[in-house]
């Protein structure tokens, strides 16, 4: 009787031990899987080179990785730029030219300094002014081009100009770790 009792006492003892092996081999292999995972997100934690921006006239900062930004970003710094060149009064307009060049790329405002000063003197020298009505924007972030369609209504002293379809192409670029513009055109349409 006691060597039954002994040998059942072996027996579930030996299970018991077998549970607990397979619960350790369990709770290992768990704990190498956390500490896999905990390893992989500090690399990306620490690896992160996300730029935070807050473009003008929005609330709300922008993060994103890479050169230029995502497209939404890269739409409102082309709105506020395009806002800047053509909404524009005879009170404001070398201001506003000012703070347009100030967003400029390195080599890009000399030649642009000259059109913006022609239309400033246009402005001022008439009482005119301008605003742009965007309609349809096309942002290409890898490329860092946004596409830019709308009705730019002139008004010189008390007459109101026609709206005038027009086309504008903002190129941006990222240099000095800061997102400018590297060409501000006109696109004739066809």
Known sequence: MEL???????????????????????ALLLCWRIYGDNRALMNQLLNNKQTIIVPYGADTP??????????????LMALAWLNLRLNISDKNAEASHEMLLAGACDGAEKSFKGVLADEASRVK???????????DVSVWPDKGIVDVTGDLQLSYGLHDGKPVKK????????RNNRLCWSAFLEVPDA
């Open 4 to 26: 039954k009792l002994r040998s059942a006492g072996n027996r579930n003892m030996a299970v018991a031990i077998l549970v607990l092996l397979v619960i350790t081999i369990l």
């Open 62 to 75: 922008f993060s994103f990785t890479g050169e230029r930004g995502d497209a939404r970003y890269l739409r």
């Open 125 to 135: 020298g008439n009482s005119g002014g301008s605003v742009f009505y965007p309609r």
């Open 167 to 174: 086309h504008y192409r903002l190129r941006t670029d990222t």
